[in-house]
């Protein structure tokens, strides 16, 4: 067989494999993609999706550039198929945007977006709050899964050293507040939170905050589930307002710094 390029340009890091995955270069680091090979239980579509993703969050991919998808069919060593799907994905999650008749850019996020879908994350919270409170205070089954939670993030956070693991933290925060949403009983409310995707946005903060920040936002999630635990509706209002006001804090910041550079 022949080598595979060891050209580091952007298009030139990855070739086209005989089994629809690319080769991994000497000495260089195998991609997910390539581990497909190896019998991982993720499709192309999952694996494309969390490269593309990943190139997002790096700047790979910068804010606003149109997305070559022959380009990224050779940089991740898969056919067009698989990668607009994931393309697709990352449209529901708004990262990326379609372009009419042209494909597809990855998408700017303005600050002032962030504040618009916070304010709406904590009206649903502070709304729901005593039913929450109530619920979960009654519930063994709920304060399992949220104890889970709460566990095994923060022994992720405090050793996450790649962009994966750190984009687990997230899904982790992710599914806390769709628990707490689950507490509520209304499965109405529970769509409608999931289509704010707020913590689609906390990505933004991978290399640009520091890991006790991280820290932080799960203890906050602690002192929210100790109110619903011991059912104090009030108390969990104010942890609430204190979480979301901190994270959309720390988001807004990075994209202000972000435009001014």
Same mark, same amino acid.
Request: hydrophobic share 35%; glycine share 6%.
């Given at each position: 067989?022949?080598?595979?390029?060891?050209? !580091?340009?952007? &298009?030139?890091?990855?070739?086209? #494999?005989?089994?629809?995955? /690319?080769?991994?270069?000497?000495?260089?680091?195998?991609?997910?993609?390539?581990?497909?090979?190896? #019998?991982?239980?993720? !499709?192309? =579509?999952?694996?494309?999706?969390?490269?593309?993703?990943?190139?997002?969050?790096?700047?790979? @991919?910068?804010?606003?550039?149109?997305?070559?998808?022959?380009?990224?069919?050779?940089? %991740? #060593?898969?056919?067009?198929?698989?990668?607009? +799907? &994931?393309? *697709?994905?990352?449209?529901?999650?708004?990262?990326?945007?379609?372009?009419?008749?042209?494909? %597809?850019? =990855?998408?700017?996020?303005?600050?002032?977006?962030?504040?618009?879908?916070?304010?709406?994350?904590?009206?649903?919270?502070?709304?729901?709050?005593?039913? =929450?409170? $109530?619920?979960?205070?009654?519930?063994?089954? @709920? $304060?399992?899964?949220?104890?889970?939670?709460?566990?095994?993030?923060?022994?992720? =956070?405090? !050793?996450?050293?790649?962009?994966?693991?750190?984009?687990?933290?997230?899904?982790?925060?992710?599914?806390?507040?769709? @628990? %707490?949403?689950? /507490?509520?009983?209304? +499965?109405?409310?529970? +769509?409608?939170?999931? $289509?704010? *995707?707020?913590?689609? %946005?906390?990505?933004?903060?991978?290399?640009?905050?520091?890991?006790?920040?991280?820290?932080?936002?799960?203890?906050?999630?602690?002192?929210?589930?100790? &109110?619903?635990?011991? #059912?104090?509706?009030?108390?969990?209002?104010?942890?609430?307002?204190?979480? *979301?006001?901190?994270?959309?804090?720390?988001?807004?910041?990075?994209?202000?710094?972000?435009?001014? !550079?």
């Amino acid at each position: 067989r022949k080598g595979a390029s060891t050209s !580091t340009g952007w &298009a030139e890091q990855m070739r086209p #494999g005989g089994n629809g995955t /690319a080769a991994a270069a000497p000495g260089r680091e195998e991609t997910p993609i390539e581990a497909a090979k190896r #019998g991982g239980n993720d !499709t192309l =579509v999952d694996l494309a999706y969390r490269c593309i993703r990943r190139d997002i969050i790096e700047e790979v @991919l910068p804010a606003g550039e149109k997305i070559n998808l022959s380009l990224l069919c050779q940089r %991740y #060593g898969v056919s067009p198929t698989p990668i607009k +799907q &994931a393309l *697709n994905r990352l449209m529901m999650e708004r990262l990326v945007e379609g372009i009419p008749r042209k494909g %597809y850019r =990855v998408r700017r996020v303005h600050w002032r977006e962030i504040d618009e879908l916070f304010e709406l994350r904590m009206m649903m919270e502070l709304y729901f709050a005593p039913r =929450v409170a $109530q619920a979960v205070s009654c519930s063994t089954l @709920l $304060q399992k899964k949220l104890e889970e939670n709460l566990r095994e993030n923060m022994e992720l =956070v405090e !050793t996450f050293s790649s962009p994966e693991e750190y984009f687990r933290t997230y899904e982790l925060d992710q599914q806390f507040h769709e @628990l %707490y949403i689950t /507490a509520s009983g209304s +499965q109405t409310a529970l +769509q409608m939170y999931r $289509q704010l *995707n707020t913590h689609t %946005y906390a990505a933004y903060l991978f290399g640009k905050q520091p890991r006790g920040k991280t820290v932080e936002g799960i203890e906050e999630h602690r002192d929210m589930y100790r &109110a619903m635990r011991e #059912g104090d509706a009030e108390a969990l209002r104010q942890q609430v307002k204190r979480h *979301n006001e901190n994270a959309r804090t720390k988001i807004q910041m990075v994209l202000k710094l972000h435009d001014l !550079t």
